[in-house]
């Protein structure tokens, strides 16, 4: 009778870390969105970076130092984002882990599992306020760039 108790056990268990299996797969979701994000980033500051040596006037050389410093701080808002949100993964997996040792061992460690899952929840919090800001800043900057284009077209068109 014995094995067969182990293995209810050891079910319950199993039921038990599915949630937080699933919290690790929407995080990897998030890590893929923000893994993408970083990468558009950082070709656009590569592409604007070539092209300072080859600004025209002082004018155009000071509008692409100013969005290659946005650039930046994009990249490096999405950098803690991403950090923050792997650290919260690698807390679930020490829930989960945590879930099953607690269960093997046969000790109650349910305030220490249940304090790491609110960890974990924070952390992907703080991520997404980065992931926010960030928008945030791409989004201001674009605005300001659409307006520079649209004051030149206008000053190209009452010129001519």
């Known amino acids: 009778m014995e094995p067969i ?12 870390a599915v949630a937080p ?8 979701g998030l ?15 590569r592409v604007i970076e070539r092209r300072v040596p080859q600004a025209k006037s002082a004018e155009q050389r000071q509008l692409l130092h ?14 803690w ?17 945590a879930l099953f040792v607690a269960d093997v061992v046969a000790f109650n460690i349910a305030a220490l599992i249940a304090i790491l899952f609110v960890a974990a929840m924070l952390l992907i919090i703080v991520g997404l306020v980065f992931l926010l800001r960030e928008i945030s ?10 307006e520079i284009a649209l004051e030149d077209s206008d000053t190209a068109r009452l010129g001519s």
Do not use: Y
């Open 31 to 45: 890590l893929n969105v923000l893994s993408t994000r970083l990468a558009r980033i950082v070709d656009r500051a």
């Open 81 to 97: 984002a991403i950090r923050l949100c792997v650290t919260s993964a690698l807390v679930v997996c020490v829930v989960i882990v």
């Open 66 to 79: 100013g969005e290659a410093s946005t650039l930046w701080t994009r990249i490096a808002l999405i950098n």
């Open 21 to 28: 299996v699933f919290l690790l797969a929407g995080i990897a």
């Open 137 to 146: 800043v791409a989004t201001r900057h674009m605005r300001a760039g659409m």
């Open 5 to 16: 108790a182990t293995i209810k056990a050891l079910a319950s268990v199993i039921q038990l």
